[in-house]
């Protein structure tokens, strides 16, 4: 990437690779470059690159190693299906295959439309409430396929109200 | 006047603790001065979330579970404005002999749920701070070593190596510059011990790090958090900030010539990290894999100076211990076990949640005495320990005491604290597909028979789960564990096949019966089960629809039934069937 249009990406905060001067900021200049845009985009690993004189290849190596960073943008609507032990003895694999079936989306899968997004997360916390999905920012626990529907299709809903 | 506290850690928030915040938020608006409210961390009784306690004055006080933002009008009504009990609503009720925190010795969860954690101050006037400073003003460096080596700690990550004797190492190390880390990249499924304490009570960890950075002669630290608990990383954030300010972190600390600082790092999502040496590699930036070892980070570690990485429940007994004494700590446990563990309960125990034990108290005192049993009163069959490293336990060897070395000799492991109880309604052959699955997702790639070598065995066992495994499969799986276990570097790969060995040792009659008879015993493994309509069908036609092989006969509001020939036992009616009409055998 030239000079130029590395100038023209919008920036996110770069000065955490200033941060204490020492290597070891590439984490934290990546999880800010997806804070800001919802995923890695082949852009912001040139312009990383370009600013920490690291190869673009050895980013994307650290980028593809760590669950957290994404290298596609995500769906509007982001479906995370507990998938840690408790939810899993309680039954998290048929609230997975609901989801499937609903939104014709498989894990790591966004819908066409780019409305929905389905991912498989571990335990996020809420063992008690066993199995849980996360939608956004919503949590839907004890859940059943029958309730899980229901919940789905209201997001469907809104989803075509918006339009 | 009252004060109302409402449970706020990750699992009150994903309850909708929040909202319950609110509603007393707009209550004090309508009642203004009518009580306090106060935000605090996870008691650990996760199984009633959302959960409040009203305080009234310092010795009474009451629970109470489930509660919602409907509630809390009534809850204001007659327990604030009045003295009334809604007996119905109560957390902890009167006539449950089984009480869920007297059964419990609580050391590292002292002050989870019942202080702010937001507030160093209430930390303070807990006694917080206290140990730090004896140990800073009152004691050499070497003191407060043997004084943790005297109190028998040992690393509460899994590991289990004495902390005393690892302070010791790094302490003795050459270098100008040395290391604190805390690892807080708590990645068992079904483990959230350390979570609850950063969210509950970060000042605790905080001081214990600055205690270990004075023992060593560090002045650097890092917590090494997973992204994944952005509420942890908050509120450790906001006590760091505090600390400062109040000089506990910082220069010149106690006014001794002693300095520390902490930062974070955030995880970026990789089990493997939790293995010292690719922590290590994460925090320079790399890919987190693990290195050889020696040399041992006590000595190379980050950056290449000394560092020494301990566990966030290590370090929050360590304040404990330096105020009340080495021996005080001793007093509690076993032989070789000494002191407490938090346990994370999960599963199909009636209370899951955390819970804090003295060692050499046994697995079935904490589910059917603290946890008051299995869910529905289904047979218990067995616990699993330890996450993706550790093993199942099968019920009849539950009378076995909490101790490191009693536990490894049933070839599970302590492990960081994970329990995951399990009923009659649980495949074991299932479970062990499910840690190996996880092991084989987060194996870094490095070794090649962790990287494949689990891969194999994860294809034997999906082989074993549709019905289609053969004897041999065992005996492959059981070769192929041995050599994952030899040929690996790290922690990870060592362990992995451990849920496969132990289930196969405990529950070898279940593998057999998908091998032999194809069936599932526990009904599962969905592939080899008989789906059949009962008669609780109306024939609303949706199953028959859902089926990809039209396998579903039946006319309108009608019984249907499914053409066994023709069904590929994908499980779609189940899950369509708004009726529970489907039923797997």
Known sequence: MSQQQSDNFKPFNVDLWKYDGQEGALIPLLQSAQDTYGYISEKAIDYIAHITGIPAADIYGVVTFYAQFRTKPLGKYVVKVCNGTACHVNGAKPIGDTITDELSISYDETSDDGNFTLLSVACIGCCSLAPVILINDETYGRLTSPKLRKILRQYKRKVKEEK | ?585
């Open chain 2, 1 to 585: 006047m009252k004060t109302v506290k409402v449970g706020l850690g990750t699992c009150g928030i994903s309850a909708g603790g929040e909202k319950v915040y609110k509603a007393f938020q707009e209550e004090l608006k309508e009642h203004p001065n009518a009580f306090v409210l106060k935000e605090t961390g996870c008691i650990g009784m996760c199984y009633s979330e959302v959960l409040i306690e009203i305080e009234n004055g310092a010795d009474s006080s009451v629970f109470y579970g489930e509660v919602t933002p409907e509630r809390v009008g009534e809850i204001v009504e007659k327990t604030i404005l009045s003295d009334d009990t809604i007996e119905d609503w109560l957390a902890v009720k009167k006539d449950n002999t089984k009480n869920f925190l007297e059964n419990q010795t609580r050391i590292v969860l002292r002050n989870c749920g019942i202080i702010d954690p937001g507030s160093i101050d209430e930390y303070i006037e807990k006694g917080g701070y206290e140990g730090a400073k004896k140990a800073l003003t009152t004691m050499t460096p070497d003191d407060v070593i043997q004084d943790v080596i005297k109190s028998g700690l040992k690393g509460r990550g899994g590991g289990g190596f004495p902390t005393g004797v690892k302070w010791n190492f790094t302490k003795g190390a050459k270098g100008d510059q040395k290391y604190i880390i805390c690892n807080a990249d708590e990645g068992d499924p079904g483990a959230f011990m350390d979570r609850s304490v950063l969210e509950g009570d970060p000042n605790a960890v905080l001081e214990g790090m600055i205690i270990a950075g004075y023992a060593i002669g560090a002045d650097a630290s890092y917590i090494y958090c997973r992204a994944e608990y952005p509420k942890a990383i908050a509120r450790l954030r906001q006590a760091i900030a505090q600390a400062k300010k109040k000089n506990f972190l910082g220069d010149n600390i106690f006014g001794t010539d002693f300095s520390f600082n902490i930062k974070i790092k955030e995880g970026a999502g990789a089990f493997v990290c939790g293995e010292e040496t690719a922590l290590i590699a994460s925090i320079e930036g790399k890919r987190g894999m693990p290195k050889f070892r020696p040399p041992f980070p006590a000595i190379s570690g980050l950056w290449g100076k000394p560092t020494n990485i301990n566990n966030v429940e290590t370090f929050a007994n360590v304040p404990w211990i330096i105020l009340k004494g080495g021996d005080a700590y001793a007093a509690y446990g076993t032989d070789d076990s000494k002191g407490t563990k938090v346990f994370a309960m999960a599963g199909k125990v009636k209370r899951t949640g955390l819970v804090e034990v003295p060692m050499g108290c046994s697995i079935n005192e904490i589910i059917f005495d603290v946890c008051d049993g299995i869910v529905d009163d289904k047979k218990f069959k067995a616990v699993q320990m330890g996450g993706p490293s550790g093993g199942c336990i099968p019920a009849d060897q539950c009378d076995v005491k909490i101790d490191y070395k009693e536990i490894n000799k049933t070839g599970a492991i302590m492990g960081s604290g994970g329990m995951v109880v399990m009923d009659e309604t649980t495949c074991m052959v299932d479970v062990a597909k499910f840690f190996l699955s996880f092991t084989q997702d987060e194996s870094c790639g490095k070794c090649t028979f962790c990287r494949i070598g689990t891969k194999r065995m994860l294809e034997i066992l999906e082989r074993i789960t549709i019905g289609e495994g053969t004897m041999e499969d065992l005996d492959n799986l059981e070769e192929l564990s041995g050599q994952i276990k030899n040929a690996s570097l790290c922690g990870l790969g060592q362990t992995a096949p451990n849920p496969v060995l132990t289930t196969m040792k405990y529950f070898k009659d279940e593998y057999i019966a998908h091998i032999q008879d194809k069936k599932c015993p526990a009904h599962v493994c969905s592939a080899i089960l008989e789906y059949t309509i009962n008669d609780a069908c109306t024939g609303c036609t949706i199953c028959a629809k859902a089926c990809p092989t039209d396998a579903i006969l039946g006319d309108k509001k009608e019984l249907h039934i499914i053409e066994q020939d023709k069904c590929i036992k994908c499980g779609k009616c189940f899950t369509v069937c708004r009726f529970d009409a489907v039923v797997k055998d």
